[in-house]
């Protein structure tokens, strides 16, 4: 636990980075099939309710840009006691993303709201996949949720160590 917040009783809440990669703004707008017709802006809203109701405060952050993303995560790195991420085109594209996930001491779960391996054969394979703690992918938003609280909980058992 190098890299975070070792926190006692008496101090603030734990607190989630939850990363949203490229074209996850336009969701509600686009290809309805694999992503669901529930906004951004609604997820968030069930994201944000979810870690409270688990215990956490949660922030929420999206980019197109991929050094924004990075940026974003090296953030992380002492702010935050969990981070999810759904880095979309970039899962099978970006070392640099993978790098930066590389320097983070907390629980990283990845997120997918489509069931990738459904799905066209460069979506199968993802550069985060080794170095995340978890993932989860095909459970549309509820996949968001479900990560939330197995955060939560990875969070809780380090705590108590």
Known sequence: MNGHRKMSGNEKKPRILIIHGPN???????????????TLEEIDTEIKQ???????????FQSN??????????????????LIINPAAYTHTSVAIRDALLMLDVPIIEVHLSNIYRREPFRHKSLMADVVKARIAGFGK????MAVRAAA???RR????
Request: hydrophobic fraction near 40%; glycine fraction near 10%.
């Open 24 to 38: 996850l703004n336009m969701l509600g707008q686009r290809e309805a099939t694999w992503y669901g017709t529930a």
């Open 142 to 145: 509820n996949g968001y949720l």
């Open 50 to 60: 979810t870690a409270q109701d688990c215990g956490m405060v949660a922030e929420t």
């Open 65 to 82: 840009y991929e050094g924004a993303l990075v940026e974003k995560i090296h953030e992380a790195m002492k702010a935050y006691d969990a």
């Open 158 to 161: 380090e705590f108590r160590d």
């Open 153 to 155: 909980d990875m969070v």
